[in-house]
T-cell receptor
Framework: GAGVSQSPRYKVAKRGQDVALRCDPISGHVSLFWYQQALGQGPEFLTYFQNEAQLDKSGLPSDRFFAERPEGSVSTLKIQRTQQEDSAVYLC?????????????FGPGTRLTVL | ELKVEQNPLFLSMQEGKNYTIYCNYSTTSDRLYWYRQDPGKSLESLFVLLSNGAVKQEGRLMASLDTKARLSTLHITAAVHDLSATYFCASRTGSTNAGKSTFGDGTTLTVKP
C-alpha cells in the first residue's frame, strides 16, 4: 500500500514568506507526527496529533509555527514569516493504532530552504 | 528532559569487519527504535526493542537493549558496502499511540572495500 507522502518535496522561500507543508499519512493511521531535521542532526520532535486532536505541540520552536489536521487525515504544517534558521528537512510520520511496537513510518520529507 | 546520545558519530570500516554502535538514553524508555537513513532519503525502521534483554537480528545487523544500563547497541557483522548509511536510535516514552520519539544525532557509517 501507499506510504506516507509529503508535498512539496523541495521548497525555496524568501525570508519573511509564509509556507505550507502537506503530509498525507498512511490510511487508517491515527497518530501523526512532525519532526524537523537540520543538516547533520537527528530529527527533532515538533508536534503530534491523534486523529484531529493536537495532543502535544511542545516542540514547535515559535508561534510562527502552526500545524493542523482538521479531518484527522491530511496534516499541514505552516510556517509564517520564515527565517533562515527555519531551513531544514521537515519529516512527517504516522503510526497505526493498537500495535505494541507502534512503529512510526516516515515520509520522504520536505526540504525547506529560506534565502 | 530525555536525552539520547550515540557514539561514535562517524565510523569508517572495512568490508568484512565487525563493529558496534552505542546508544545511551537518559531516562526510562518504553521503546527503543533503530532507523537507517540513506543520503537524501527518509528514515527506514530497522528494529523496535521493547523490553530488557531484547535482541533483534536482521541480516548482518543485530540490536540489543539493556534497560538497566539505559543502553542499546547495534552490532554490525562482516560489514558490506551496502550497509553504508546513517543509523539513528530513538527512545520513546508514553503509552501506545502517544509520546514523541527523541533521536540521537546519528552514526554515519562508511564501509570501504
Amino acid at each position: 500500500g501507499a506510504g506516507v507522502s509529503q508535498s512539496p518535496r523541495y521548497k525555496v522561500a524568501k525570508r519573511g514568506q509564509d509556507v505550507a507543508l502537506r503530509c498525507d499519512p498512511i490510511s487508517g493511521h491515527v497518530s501523526l507526527f512532525w519532526y524537523q531535521q537540520a543538516l547533520g542532526q537527528g530529527p527533532e520532535f515538533l508536534t503530534y496529533f491523534q486523529n484531529e486532536a493536537q495532543l502535544d505541540k511542545s516542540g514547535l520552536p515559535s508561534d510562527r509555527f502552526f500545524a493542523e489536521r482538521p479531518e484527522g487525515s491530511v496534516s499541514t504544517l505552516k510556517i509564517q514569516r520564515t527565517q533562515q534558521e527555519d531551513s531544514a528537512v521537515y519529516l512527517c510520520a504516522s503510526s497505526s493504532p493498537g500495535t505494541v511496537t507502534d512503529t512510526q513510518y516516515f515520509g520522504p520529507g520536505t526540504r525547506l530552504t529560506v534565502l | 528532559e530525555l536525552k539520547v546520545e550515540q557514539n561514535p558519530l562517524f565510523l569508517s570500516m572495512q568490508e568484512g569487519k565487525n563493529y558496534t554502535i552505542y546508544c545511551n538514553y537518559s531516562t526510562t524508555s518504553d521503546r527503543l527504535y533503530w532507523y537507517r537513513q540513506d543520503p537524501g532519503k527518509s528514515l527506514e525502521s530497522l528494529f523496535v526493542l521493547l523490553s530488557n534483554g531484547a535482541v533483534k537480528q536482521e541480516g548482518r545487523l543485530m540490536a540489543s537493549l539493556d534497560t538497566k544500563a539505559r543502553l542499546s547497541t547495534l552490532h554490525i557483522t562482516a560489514a558490506v558496502h551496502d550497509l553504508s548509511a546513517t543509523y539513528f536510535c530513538a527512545s520513546r516514552t508514553g503509552s501506545t499511540n502517544a509520546g514523541k520519539s527523541t533521536f540521537g544525532d546519528g552514526t554515519t557509517l562508511t564501509v570501504k572495500p
